[in-house]
């Protein structure tokens, strides 16, 4: 986990907002590959899941259908204030979350990393992925 | 290519349809908002579509209270102006009204999704299935009903 984390991007139900900013950070300016984070098409080839939006009730199951998937382990970086805690959807009729507690549901010893922001500025991004790669 | 029309022209061909409406009211210059019963949807719809000819831009559905709006809005867009048609629906145990999708497709996605939400039957719409809400959300129970939200 040390080395290079290659992530997988899930969004379940982001406003778009979480993930344009994720695009962002591959982007010259913050170019993350040179770090050897990679985003990868499949949650079979990643380290760490990037998930974004509050979890709504359809995208709920798809996420643990993912996280299920990717070999442990694995870290989950929930991506802005809907993910972090549902935000300014809590108590929404089509939430599921949030995310943190069904994830531990699922998997009492999920690795969970927050990086909270409406949505977060990518430093704040690479800043949580250092943080929580050199805890490990 | 029709001509465009001035506004005293817009609001000549809006008075046709005056013995279908139960009010019309201009709060700002470019806004205006025209009322009627469900019943006479449809054909002020088709009307305000197929032969002012507006450009349709969404409808909204609310709940309020004593009755259910769907408010269609539509927009002149030579003069900037954003004409909405509030149709009222009085029952509200079975409410329901005519879908305009058969002459108006764009409307047929915003049908779809004020019937999962208000649950109002959309009569005659070619294809009313589920659109927003979860696969598994329960039959019968409309999230942006007042009740619902007690």
């Known amino acids: 986990m040390k080395k290079s984390p290659w992530v997988f991007h899930v969004n379940t139900g982001a406003c778009n907002n979480c993930d344009?900013?994720?695009?962002?950070?591959?982007?010259?300016?913050?170019?993350?590959?040179?770090?050897?984070?990679?985003?990868?098409?499949?949650?079979?080839?990643?380290?760490?899941l990037l998930v974004t939006g509050i979890g709504t009730r359809q995208a709920m199951p798809r996420l643990l259908e993912v996280y299920r998937q990717t070999?442990?382990?694995?870290?989950?970086?929930?991506?802005?204030?809907?993910?972090?805690?549902?935000?300014?959807?809590?108590?929404?009729?089509?939430?599921?979350?949030?995310?943190?507690?069904?994830?531990?549901?699922?998997?009492?010893?999920?690795?969970?990393?927050?990086?909270?922001?409406?949505?977060?500025?990518?430093?704040?991004?690479?800043?949580?992925?250092?943080?929580?790669?050199?805890?490990? | 290519m029709e001509q465009d029309m001035n506004e005293q022209e817009l609001k000549n061909k809006l008075s046709q349809i005056e013995d279908k409406l139960t009010g019309s009211e201009q709060p700002l210059k470019n806004r205006i908002y025209l009322s009627c019963e469900s019943e006479n949807a449809y054909e002020v719809n088709k009307f305000l579509f197929e032969q002012v000819p507006l450009r349709f831009v969404i409808a909204t559905g609310i709940d309020s209270d004593s009755c259910f709006e769907i408010l269609y809005h539509y927009a002149y867009d030579p003069l900037s102006y954003v004409v909405t048609l509030k149709a009222f629906i009085r029952d509200r145990e079975n409410p329901s009204i005519q879908s305009i999708a058969p002459f108006l497709p764009a409307a047929e996605w915003i049908e779809r999704e004020i019937h999962d939400t208000l649950g109002i039957d959309i009569k005659n719409h070619p294809n009313l299935r589920r659109l927003v809400l979860a696969d598994d959300w329960p039959e019968g129970v409309y999230p942006l009903r007042k009740e619902e939200r007690k």
């Open chain 1, 20 to 48: 344009i900013e994720i695009v962002d950070l591959l982007t010259p300016r913050c170019d993350v590959e040179r770090l050897g984070v990679k985003l990868v098409g499949s949650p079979r080839h990643a380290d760490a």
């Open chain 1, 71 to 136: 070999p442990k382990p694995c870290v989950v970086f929930l991506i802005g204030a809907c993910a972090c805690g549902t935000g300014i959807f809590k108590d929404a009729y089509h939430g599921a979350g949030p995310i943190d507690n069904v994830l531990k549901q699922e998997d009492p010893n999920a690795i969970i990393a927050y990086v909270p922001g409406c949505p977060p500025k990518p430093e704040a991004m690479i800043s949580g992925v250092v943080k929580a790669l050199s805890t490990l």
